[in-house]
Nanobody, 119 residues
Framework: QVQVVESGGGLVQPGGSLRLSCAASGSIFSIYVMGWFRQAPGKERELVARITSGGGTSYGDSVKGRFTISRDNAKNTVYLQMYLQMNNLAPEDTAVYYC?????????WGQGTQVTVSS
């Protein structure tokens, strides 16, 4: 059974940095898309960044130039590790961040990790 687990959230001051991690296991991962979404109170969930098994990346407009997505163990692996490096954080980045894995036509979500940007 596929499992997706995030870690690395917390409280940071404006202008600071955080690194989120996401680990996926439970299958042989060859073709997939992994991504980060976030949801702030009273707002809809939005895409932050995603990366494909081929290495292609895309970002939400609000995080371009500040956030970087990356991953280990690209293909044909039983364990995926993905990261989101977040720099120059702003209060509007405060949200619960969710890891998403699209694999074999199914969506898998982590439990979410809180990121709070405040002085």
């Amino acid at each position: 059974q596929v499992q997706v687990v995030e870690s690395g959230g917390g409280l940071v001051q404006p202008g600071g940095s955080l690194r989120l991690s996401c680990a996926a296991s439970g299958s042989i991962f060859s073709i997939y898309v992994m991504g980060w979404f976030r949801q702030a109170p009273g707002k809809e969930r939005e895409l932050v960044a995603r990366i494909t098994s081929g290495g292609g990346t895309s970002y939400g407009d609000s995080v371009k130039g500040r956030f970087t997505i990356s991953r280990d163990n690209a293909k044909n692996t039983v364990y995926l590790q993905m990261y989101l490096q977040m720099n120059n954080l702003a209060p509007e980045d405060t949200a619960v961040y969710y890891c998403n894995l699209q694999h074999r036509g199914l969506d898998y979500w982590g439990q979410g990790t809180q990121v709070t940007v405040s002085s």
